[in-house]
């Protein structure tokens, strides 16, 4: 029938045959790849599109930024996207902490930083039949 078990989300979803529960809280941060400390929105700046909360949020932090030139939907590929061209945008701090201690990346002080929340949504009638399942959801939760 195809039915999925276990997804991962930012927006929590319940109904009768499935729950959420947080999963963890990140924290959105501006990173820059070069070293440039500026807040400012301009054209060195990478939109990356973390979600519906994420673009009400950064709206109203910035109520005048005019559209980036390049978005990219995914953090993996924008870090990639930012160390390749020396330019900045918001990252997860789990994600851009690595780099920030290794110089690759510099967090960019006084800008806002945002929190996004990550929910695993679970189908409780296939998950309470895996012994392991509580088990690696506290270890994940715990990093």
């Given at each position: ?122 189908r409780a009638r296939a998950t309470q039949c895996w012994s392991w399942y509580e088990a690696a959801v506290a270890a994940s939760s715990a990093r």
């Amino acid at each position: 029938m195809g039915l999925i078990d276990i997804a991962f989300g930012y927006v929590p979803h319940s109904g009768e045959e499935y729950t959420s529960r947080l999963l963890l809280e990140d924290e959105l941060i501006l990173v820059s790849a070069s070293g440039d400390q500026s807040a400012a929105l301009d054209s060195a700046y990478l939109y990356v599109d973390h979600g519906d909360q994420f673009r009400r949020q950064h709206a109203e932090a910035f109520p005048e930024a005019r559209p980036s030139p390049v978005t990219i939907a995914a953090s993996d590929w924008a870090l990639e996207y930012l160390l390749r061209t020396d330019s900045k945008g918001y990252l997860p701090s789990r994600v851009a902490g690595p780099l920030i201690a290794s110089g690759r990346l510099h967090r960019v002080e006084g800008a806002p930083s945002f929190l996004r929340r990550v929910y695993l949504v679970e189908r409780a009638r296939a998950t309470q039949c895996w012994s392991w399942y509580e088990a690696a959801v506290a270890a994940s939760s715990a990093r």
